[in-house]
């Protein structure tokens, strides 16, 4: 019988995917107009649709090394240092509920769990070192350390204006609009680009795969670039890095590409992530990502939606195959509310093991840079022996970036 609901649950994803990617490309766009760095002195609205969401301006300015259009940059010394700070705190109350049969009928044990956390500062710090060459940076304060996160420097201009671009470090990967990053809901989404499973994982729903989410980190180099040809512009990555062995001297081994097409507001994005995972060289395991995704604005409704498929080699047995995605719908209530709601599900094929989940989010801007949100989330976790999981919990939040 699972088999059948899940040919219809991904008979229906398709359909709806397809109805996206049909919608014309000619269609109103929502987002909001452009805003970023504090030495332009813009607002929050110019860079972001809703704040951290990107707009298509954000998007540019972002891969053209948090410059202006026509700016080639400044030395580092010839313009004001700023930081940026995003801070956050987190309730949930979560019900949980296990279903078992124990060979006497079905047994359910249930557990309610709360917690309010305080949350991570973000300190970041982005912009040019000097003319054509760009950085980013970002450490993470925690209760007990300070650690460096993100950091990267490009080089900028290779071809003239961003056409093409060298970065090298450390850099977060994802399609400009669709990031774990940068998401609007407090869960996570199910999507798995990376090697890894079971629930509870951190950054997913409650009950969520540990690999999940539409972000992943690269060690490593990456050639990126944009082109503008009038009414539509297309940007683009490629780049390779450490990959997921553990214990190997030969670390090289991950590539990744991806390309975005943005035409009048509505854009299509390509997705390909070579991994090799494993505890050691002696067993290690191909993991390959691929995945497409559109988002979509009309009369002043966002929609993103995402299917991608996983593959992971094992040692012994048939290959681990998992499909993924989301559908999320994004729209203002009033001028400073939105409303977000979206189904996500990650299976993997030939085994009972399936994950979906459903959110709902309640978000109020404040200020362009302060929000405060409610969120309802429902998940369903099977595992491989077919032990049901089920939790619904409500989520609050305030972040604010300064």
């Not at 709806?16 to 909001?32: K, M, Q, T, Y």
């Not at 056409?163 to 940068?182: A, E, I, Q």
């Not at 082109?227 to 553990?246: K, L």
């Not at 979509?296 to 080699?313: E, K, P, W």
Request: aromatic fraction near 12%; glycine fraction near 12%; hydrophobic fraction near 40%.
């Amino acid at each position: 019988m699972r088999s059948i609901s899940i040919r219809k649950e991904k008979f229906v994803f398709l359909i709806v995917l397809f109805f996206l990617l049909s919608i014309p490309l000619g269609s109103n766009e929502a987002s909001a107009v452009p805003a970023f760095a504090k030495q332009y002195e813009a607002e929050c609205t110019l860079c972001h649709t809703a704040f951290p969401k990107l707009n298509d301006f954000g998007t540019k300015f972002r891969i053209n090394g948090y410059r202006m259009e026509g700016d080639t940059g400044k030395y580092i010394w010839e313009q004001p240092q700023t930081l940026g700070f995003v801070g956050s705190a987190v309730y949930e109350n979560v019900d949980k509920e296990m279903e078992m049969d124990m060979g006497m009928g079905p047994v359910a044990s249930k557990s309610k769990d709360s917690s309010f956390d305080a949350g991570s500062l973000l300190i970041y710090s982005a912009g040019t070192l000097a003319p054509r060459v760009s950085y980013f940076a970002h450490m993470v304060a925690g209760d007990d350390e300070t650690t460096l996160g993100l950091y990267n420097m490009s080089f900028m201009d290779i071809v003239a204006d961003a056409g093409l671009n060298v970065k090298l470090g450390v850099m977060s990967v994802d399609l400009p609009f669709l990031s774990s990053t940068r998401r609007l809901t407090i869960n996570n989404y199910l999507i798995q680009l990376g090697a890894g499973g079971g629930h509870g994982g951190h950054g997913g729903g409650v009950y969520a795969c540990s690999a999940c989410g539409a972000s992943f980190t690269n060690s490593g180099a990456e050639v990126n670039g944009v082109r503008d040809y009038g009414e539509y512009s297309i940007q683009y990555a490629i780049g390779a890095g450490n990959d997921s062995v553990h214990e190997a001297d030969d670390n090289v081994g991950a590539f990744y590409g991806w390309a975005y097409l943005n035409w009048q507001g509505q854009s299509l994005g390509l997705m390909y992530k070579h991994d090799r995972t494993g505890d050691n060289e002696a067993e290690r395991q191909n993991a390959d990502a691929s995945g497409i995704s559109v988002d979509l604005n009309f009369a002043g409704l966002n929609l993103v939606g995402s299917y991608n498929l996983f593959t992971q080699g094992q040692v012994a047995g048939s290959d681990l195959e998992v499909t993924s995605g989301a559908i999320e719908a994004i729209y203002p209530l009033v001028e400073n509310i939105l409303g977000v709601v979206r189904y996500d599900f990650n299976d993997v094929q030939d085994s009972d093991k399936e994950t979906t989940q459903i959110v709902a989010s309640l978000i109020w801007y404040l200020q362009p840079n302060v929000k405060v949100q409610v969120e309802y989330a429902q998940s369903k976790y099977t595992n491989a022996s077919g032990t049901d999981f089920d939790s619904s919990g409500v989520f609050a939040a305030a972040t604010a970036g300064f």
